[in-house]
DNA sequence: CACTCTATATTGTCAGTGTCAATATTGAGT
DNA sequence: ACTCAATATTGACACTGACAATATAGAGTG
């Protein structure tokens, strides 16, 4: 799907723009943050005029779009790498708690991704970053699954405890990386925090009390 | 604190330009959103010329800064009254479960102050800002201090616990915002799937089996 | 090989924007 | 009546997103 080749020459014909800019428009993201981006700052870094972009982006909008589409497949990816690093008798329950911590941790280590991916897009505009973010859930959903067939969250209601996850995990980075929570909470190394937080939830994921 | 005149006139000096900008900021923050809002079209449409702002604002972020703040002190009084719509012996998981969707409703019904709150602003900078957010985090932390007051949280963990709900109810309102989330939860009404997700977290607020 | 055709990149242009500097207006206090 | 500081205006500049017209190159065809 994307162009094969990986060097970029001072030829006319770039051949891997699109794939670079959207590295480097990653790049600025991080070092710059989103409101600071701009296509043109872009262009120059890139070394291609200044409209060349919009040959693979109708707008700017469509390049932080692709951003989004990626940071979704990469964070797709991520936890269920996290997850599937498991011996096979591993209690389900340690298995959650090492997705929400890569959750979390991917944030804090994707800061540029984070700042596109919860935007809102029009969906019939940008059907590829529709389809991401729908596998990403689908990937936690089905990790919430096999909460359910170990007998840890309530049957039948698997969509329902996989958007609260979410939720809660977005959350989560969202308070965190604001920073504007007090100094009891500063202190903690976010490794802890994190562990805490989700430590928290998973009461609520623990069997009735019907059950040993 | 606030100057007292309310209608401007067509003098020179306008006298209530400070609490108009944020006033009329905010509904076109409502109609376009953040990234389409500019000084320069607010001005106009003030009725003021396109350098006005600069009198009662350094910046455009000193704008969005106030009004984040005041997005942080309406929505510590509107979970305060909801909390506060109570009978004396009302039990606290309901009044718990008023709060949580009194937070997320009011999201929904103040996009436009949601869209600036939860940016990053330097603390030493707007430290107005900074203490509007405290203090909606003391809100929040009281209103879970009677919940172990009810004996329904575990002592002497009160901010983790408000952390975690804020992160919760603040994840809940973006999740669902962005309308990322697949049919089967578009179906329901707002107000069910609040209902839903708080009731799945404050499982893990009852006391433990050990109490009835 | 020559030739076309299309994807790709460039140059030129324009209205809008944020922000600085210099200037004008006003009203409150002496 | 006069001064002065707060407030608003006008003018200017570089930068931005986006459109239009033009240039270039490389792949496919004869």
Redesign the pocket.
């Known amino acids: 799907m994307w162009s094969v080749s990986i060097s970029h020459d001072k ?5 891997n ?1 699109r794939t670079v800019l959207i590295e480097v428009g990653i790049a600025m993201l991080q070092e710059e943050g989103v409101e600071a ?5 872009l262009a120059k870094r890139v070394g ?5 972009p ?3 982006f109708a ?3 469509a390049l932080l779009a692709a951003i989004a589409e990626q940071g979704f497949l990469l964070l797709a990816d991520h936890i269920q790498s996290a997850l599937e690093l498991t011996t096979p008798d591993e209690d389900w329950l340690v298995r959650f708690h090492r997705g929400c911590r890569a959750y979390v941790m991917f944030m804090f280590e994707h800061k540029a991704h984070a700042q596109v991916m919860f935007h809102y897009y029009d969906s019939a505009k940008y059907p590829d970053l529709s389809r991401a973010s729908a596998n990403t859930l689908y990937v936690l959903e089905s990790w919430i699954q096999q909460g359910q067939a170990a007998g840890y969250v309530t049957p039948g209601e698997s969509r329902r405890w996989t958007t609260l996850t979410w939720s809660l995990l977005h959350g989560i980075f969202v308070i965190l990386n604001t920073k504007r929570t007090l100094p009891p909470l500063g202190d903690k190394p976010l490794d802890t925090l994190i562990h805490d937080h989700v430590s928290s939830l998973y009461l609520g994921l623990k069997p009735r009390p019907d059950e040993p």
Chains 1, 2 share one sequence.
């Open positions: 030829s006319y014909h770039h051949g723009l981006l701009s296509l043109r700052m291609v005029s200044h409209n060349a919009y040959m693979h707008d700017k909008e």
